[in-house]
C-alpha cells in the first residue's frame, strides 16, 4: 500500500506561481511512476502531467506543457509540480496518483494509489 499527501495549494492571482509538493510512503517509491490530475468543479478528472521512475521521461497535458513542470526526487519520496503562468482555468483540486507498473501515461485506469487532493484558486 502507498500513501500519498499532496500539500502546496492555495489562492492566487493569474499570472502568479504555485508548486505543489506529493510525498508517498508505505511503500518502495523510486519504481513508480507518478503523476498529477486536476479536477475542476463541474468536471471531470483531467491529466495534468506525469513522470517516469528515473526522472527523464515526463508527459504533459497540452493546456499546461510550458507553463507547468514536473519533478522528483526519490530520496525524498517526494515529487512536485511547479506552476507558473497560471490561469483562472486552473482552478481545480488537484490529485498526485502512483503508477506501480510505472508507465506514466495520461490514462487515470493506470494509477493505483490516489491522493487527497490540494486546492488550487486562480483568481483573475
Known amino acids: 500500500q502507498v500513501q500519498l499527501v499532496e500539500s502546496g495549494g492555495g489562492s492566487v492571482q493569474a499570472g502568479g506561481s504555485l508548486r505543489l509538493s506529493c510525498v508517498a510512503s508505505?511503500?518502495?517509491?523510486?519504481?513508480?511512476?507518478m503523476g498529477w490530475f486536476r479536477q475542476a468543479p463541474g468536471k471531470e478528472r483531467e491529466f495534468v502531467a506525469a513522470?517516469?521512475?528515473?526522472?527523464?521521461?515526463?508527459n504533459y497535458a497540452s493546456s499546461v506543457k510550458g507553463r507547468f513542470t514536473i519533478s522528483r526526487d526519490n530520496a525524498k519520496n517526494t515529487i512536485y509540480l511547479q506552476m507558473n503562468s497560471l490561469k483562472p482555468e486552473d482552478t481545480a483540486v488537484y490529485y498526485c496518483?502512483?503508477?506501480?507498473w510505472g508507465q506514466g501515461v495520461a490514462g487515470q485506469a493506470s494509477y493505483d494509489y490516489w491522493g487527497q487532493g490540494t486546492q488550487v484558486t486562480v483568481s483573475s
Open positions: 513522470i517516469r521512475w528515473s526522472s527523464d521521461s515526463t
Open positions: 508505505g511503500r518502495t517509491f523510486s519504481n513508480y511512476a
Open positions: 496518483a502512483a503508477d506501480r
